[in-house]
């Protein structure tokens, strides 16, 4: 599956060429120009990495930045026409992992987006405990717990959860699921993931028919809400 991004920069002629090159290169590339839209796709796509302007109408890159690091660990690159070096330090200390000041050769900026997916992919993933609601998953120790209590789980359904939830609220198609839980050679079919969703909401969902946990979009696949967005008959 190609590397998602998410662009995030209100000069809209800069997006345009800026996406045309990334996805010539390979990368999946949404866009958004201000902060707040911003924030709520980063929200609903969890991209994989961020390319983050500094100044952005209403709330800037700095502030964005914060809220990323309060939640995910996701790569993110500042991208600034600024000169002054308070800009890159406070960048990097609020937790980015790179920043480039405009206007940059594309090829370099492909170079540090690779090295830092690189660096990202050698660190374990953060928090080793991720709360949604009363379930709890303890990467760590491997172990499912719901209001406390401990939830038995078949080792596959364990690395079904496990996989969505390090990737809450975003959709992934059976043949995906297939493919980053069970393997590329997995003899099997895709209503396996089917199967292995409906036992998750029997042992997680306070209503396995009316999830608000583990929830279906329809004709795309399956994803973990984050935070639970409230019931909606949304079933196999």
């Given at each position: 599956m190609p590397v998602r991004v998410l662009l995030v920069d209100d000069e809209r002629p800069f997006v345009m060429g800026l996406t045309a090159s990334l996805r010539q290169a390979g990368y999946d590339v949404s866009a958004a120009h201000d902060g707040e839209s911003a924030w709520a796709a980063f929200r609903e796509q969890a991209p994989d990495l961020v390319l983050l302007d500094i100044m952005l109408p209403g709330v800037d890159g700095l502030e964005l930045c914060?809220?990323?690091?309060?939640?995910?660990?996701?790569?993110?690159?500042?991208?600034?026409?600024?000169?002054?070096?308070?800009?890159?330090?406070?960048?990097?200390?609020?937790?980015?992992?790179?920043?480039?000041?405009?206007?940059?050769?594309?090829?370099?900026?492909?170079?540090?987006?690779?090295?830092?997916?690189?660096?990202?992919?050698?660190?374990?993933?953060?928090p080793e405990r991720l709360r949604f609601g009363a379930v709890e998953v303890d990467l760590a120790r491997q172990a499912v717990t719901r209001g406390?209590?401990?939830?038995?789980?078949?080792?596959?359904?364990?690395?079904?959860?496990?996989?969505?939830?390090?990737?809450?609220?975003?959709?992934?198609?059976?043949?995906?699921?297939?493919?980053?839980?069970?393997?590329?050679?997995?003899?099997?079919?895709?209503?396996?993931?089917?199967?292995?969703?409906?036992?998750?909401?029997?042992?997680?969902?306070?209503?396995?028919?009316?999830?608000?946990?583990?929830?279906t979009r329809w004709g795309k696949g399956y994803y973990l809400a984050d935070p639970p967005e409230g019931r909606g008959g949304l079933g196999s």
């Open positions: 914060r809220r990323i690091r309060e939640h995910s660990g996701t790569p993110v690159i500042m991208l600034t026409a600024r000169g002054e070096d308070v800009d890159k330090i406070v960048g990097l200390e609020i937790g980015a992992d790179d920043y480039i000041t405009k206007p940059f050769n594309v090829r370099e900026l492909l170079a540090r987006m690779k090295a830092v997916l690189r660096r990202s992919a050698a660190v374990p993933a953060a406390g209590r401990p939830v038995p789980l078949a080792p596959k359904e364990y690395d079904l959860l496990a996989f969505l939830a390090q990737h809450p609220n975003r959709v992934f198609g059976r043949d995906e699921l297939l493919q980053r839980v069970w393997g590329y050679d997995f003899p099997g079919d895709d209503r396996t993931v089917d199967v292995h969703i409906r036992r998750l909401r029997e042992k997680l969902e306070e209503d396995p028919g009316r999830p608000a946990l583990i929830l």
